[in-house]
C-alpha cells in the first residue's frame, strides 16, 4: 500500500484543528443578541466535502457595567432668574437706562438689582456672575432718600465701586442691593459705560 501523500496528511491536520476550534468555540464565545451560524466538517477525511450545520449557543454572560446607561439632563438655569412675587406682595423697582428709558417691574422681596435688570434683558453685564469681584453691574440710586435706607456697601464693594465708570456718591452695585419693603418704588439709573477689568475691555 502506498505511503499517503503529504497533501493529504496536510488536509487530515487542517480538518482535526478546525473541529477542535468549533468544539472550544461553545465554551468561549461571549454573550451576543443573537446565534450564530457555522459549518463543521461531518467527517476529517481527506476527500471530505459533506457540511453540516449547527448552532453555537453563547453560554457566558456578560458583566453588567457593559450595558449602556441612561442619562438624565437638568434644564440650564441661566443668571437672572426670578421667582414672580406672591399676589399682594409685589415690590416696585425703576430702572432708567442710558438712554433715559424708564422700566418699572414688580418683583418678590430678596431679589437683587442684577437679577431683576438680566431678567429683563437691560444692559447689566455682571461679569463675575454676583459675586462682588466687578463692577459692571453699577447702578446709580436716583433717590438720596432711598439709598441712605440701603444697607451699608461692605469694604469689597467699595473696592469694586472704586473701579466704576462714572462714580457717584450714591453708587452701588446692583448684585448687592436686595429688594425690601422699605425701598418699595426704588429708582435706579444705568451708567452710560461699563468698565470690565476682569476682561480688559470698556462698553
Known amino acids: 500500500m502506498p505511503p499517503p501523500r503529504a497533501?493529504?496528511?496536510?488536509?487530515?491536520?487542517?480538518?482535526?484543528?478546525?473541529?477542535?476550534?468549533?468544539?472550544?468555540?461553545d465554551n468561549i464565545l461571549p454573550q451576543c443578541s443573537r446565534p450564530i451560524t457555522t459549518r463543521t466538517p461531518i467527517y476529517s477525511g481527506a476527500h471530505n466535502r459533506a457540511f453540516t450545520t449547527r448552532t453555537l449557543r453563547p453560554r457566558l454572560s456578560l458583566?453588567?457595567?457593559?450595558?449602556?446607561?441612561q442619562f438624565s439632563t437638568t434644564s440650564y438655569l441661566s443668571h437672572g432668574h426670578l421667582t414672580p412675587p406672591k399676589a399682594g406682595e409685589e415690590?416696585?423697582?425703576?430702572?432708567?437706562?442710558?438712554?433715559?428709558?424708564?422700566?418699572t417691574f414688580e418683583v418678590a422681596e430678596g431679589d437683587n438689582l442684577l437679577d431683576i435688570g438680566q431678567a429683563h434683558d437691560l444692559e447689566m453685564e455682571g461679569a463675575c456672575g454676583g459675586s462682588c469681584a466687578c463692577s459692571t453691574c453699577h447702578v446709580i440710586i436716583d433717590d438720596q432718600e432711598m439709598y441712605n435706607l440701603l444697607e451699608e456697601p461692605d469694604d469689597d464693594e467699595n473696592d469694586m465701586l472704586d473701579l466704576a465708570f462714572g462714580l457717584t456718591e450714591t453708587s452701588r452695585l446692583g448684585c448687592q442691593v436686595k429688594m425690601k419693603k422699605e425701598i418699595d418704588g426704588l429708582k435706579v439709573k444705568l451708567p452710560a459705560m461699563t468698565r470690565n477689568l476682569q476682561a480688559s475691555d470698556f462698553k
Open 91 to 103: 415690590l416696585k423697582v425703576t430702572f432708567v437706562t442710558k438712554e433715559g428709558n424708564e422700566f
Open 7 to 25: 497533501s493529504s496528511i496536510f488536509r487530515n491536520l487542517r480538518s482535526q484543528c478546525s473541529n477542535r476550534l468549533f468544539h472550544r468555540a
Open 63 to 69: 458583566p453588567s457595567s457593559i450595558y449602556i446607561k
